[in-house]
């Protein structure tokens, strides 16, 4: 469990940093020479390039985790995300080298994301293959619960940073954060490099091998025997990503940018909303292992379905009490449910024997079409409907209720080795 969730800690510390700073600062320093509207829609195109190289990342690596092992395919993912992030803090800004600064940060999103591309569900893997099978919903949602602690460490880090004169922020404060990233890597790097490899998947390559048939390429083994299950896996990920990322990335930016609150009171509202989601994930992960990792998926996705303009209703008041509100809800109902089922929910569709790739293309698939577009799209209908939440509301509705057709559709499949 430590392997797995400091390694998610650290990705998803990485990736929210990022689209914390997308937000907040990402076009002042990188973008200077756009309008602000235009400079958070760029500094959002730079968050969604990330997203780009995460299916490459997850072909790759997964196939290292299911043909090589779980450990150093883990290893591999938390050493270049770990080492791209620092490399961030230490970029020169475009007041500094002109057009090669936003060109050099897309290339570190995109070893970013090629790292990140199999580390989350390279971590639900590790942890559904020791966990006990009446337990799994709860184990496996803690690595989700992990991705809000990154969150909030990424947002805490952006919180304290921005009491500081907005001269001193943009003039270094704002690598502190990229640069503290390097501590964690070390930490989760020390902690994979002792890890061993999961019973499960020692049995089932020992099982293949006394078969004589043991896959050569585990990506084609997926697609010829499991593409409902990819198709389905990708779809019943689309209404948490949409939820996940509107409230870890868009949120700031509207809040701060359209709404009018402060960079603190926005901050603060992510924070504390983030706090129960943490508590919620395995609250609700508990209960997918009592009535159902599909129950439970679908009952977050209805709810952030039946939320989502309240909660651009809450934003709007401009109080940031209401505004924590809004995105507490989220966090602790919407997103711990999808969260804390979601990890069941996939491992069961897919054997031990290429697990690792399912789970990576159903999850990084979707990355790319849904999770990091997710600030674009959201910022571009925000300005659409001239400013008002009206567009996004829709299109996160949209996303749920594609996610609960698919959970539908596909709760039913379990696998048999």
């Not at 990485?14 to 689209?19: E, F, R, V």
């Not at 914390?20 to 959002?44: D, E």
């Not at 697609?223 to 689309?238: A, C, D, I, Q």
């Not at 790319?368 to 001239?386: F, K, M, N």
Request: with cysteine; proline share 5%.
């Amino acid at each position: 469990m430590t392997a797995a969730t400091v390694g998610t800690v650290i990705e998803w510390y990485d990736y929210a940093l990022y689209g914390a700073a997308s937000g907040l600062i990402i076009n002042k320093l990188f973008f200077p020479n756009l309008s602000p509207t235009t400079g958070v829609l760029a500094a959002f195109a730079t968050f969604a390039v990330g997203y780009f190289a995460r299916p490459i990342g997850g072909i790759v690596i997964s196939h290292i985790g299911d043909k090589f092992g779980r450990k150093p395919a883990l290893i591999l993912t938390i050493a270049l995300m770990g080492l791209a992030t620092v490399v961030m803090g230490l970029l020169p800004t475009y007041a500094q080298i002109g057009v090669l600064a936003p060109i050099l940060l897309v290339v570190m999103r995109l070893i970013q994301g090629f790292g990140a591309g199999a580390e989350l569900a390279g971590a639900i893997v590790l942890v559904a293959e020791y966990a006990p099978p009446n337990r799994r919903a709860f184990y496996t949602g803690l690595p989700n619960a992990a991705t809000l602690v990154g969150i909030m460490l990424a947002t805490i880090s952006f919180l304290l940073i921005s009491y500081l004169p907005e001269e001193t922020l943009l003039g270094w404060a704002w690598r502190v954060p990229f640069l503290l990233s390097g501590v964690l890597f070390a930490v989760a790097l020390y902690i994979r490099k002792h890890l061993d490899e999961t019973p499960e998947y020692v049995e089932a390559m020992a099982r293949a091998e006394a078969r004589k048939h043991e896959q050569k390429v585990p990506l084609g083994e997926l697609f010829r025997n499991s593409p409902k299950e990819v198709l389905y896996g990708f779809l019943s990920v689309t209404g948490h990503n949409a939820n996940a990322y509107i409230l870890s990335a868009f949120s700031l930016s509207y809040m701060t940018n359209t709404v009018g609150m402060s960079r603190t009171e926005s901050l603060s509202a992510v924070t504390i909303g983030a706090l129960f989601g943490i508590v919620g994930v395995p609250f609700l992960g508990t209960l997918a292992d009592r009535i159902g990792s599909a129950r439970v998926y679908i009952g977050g996705a209805l709810f952030m379905l039946l939320f989502a303009y309240p909660l651009f209703w809450l934003l709007d008041t401009g109080s940031v009490v209401w505004a924590t509100v809004g995105i507490s809800l989220g966090y602790g109902i919407g997103f711990g449910a999808m969260a804390g089922a979601q990890g069941a929910f996939l491992t069961n569709l897919f054997p031990t024997r290429y697990r690792f790739s399912g789970l990576a293309m159903s999850r990084e698939l979707n990355g790319v079409l849904v999770a990091g577009p997710t600030p674009l799209i959201a910022q571009a209908l925000v300005g659409a409907a001239d400013g008002r939440p009206t567009y996004v509301a829709a299109y996160l509705m949209a996303c749920c209720a594609l996610a609960i057709v698919a959970i539908l559709i596909i709760q039913n499949r379990s696998v048999h080795e």
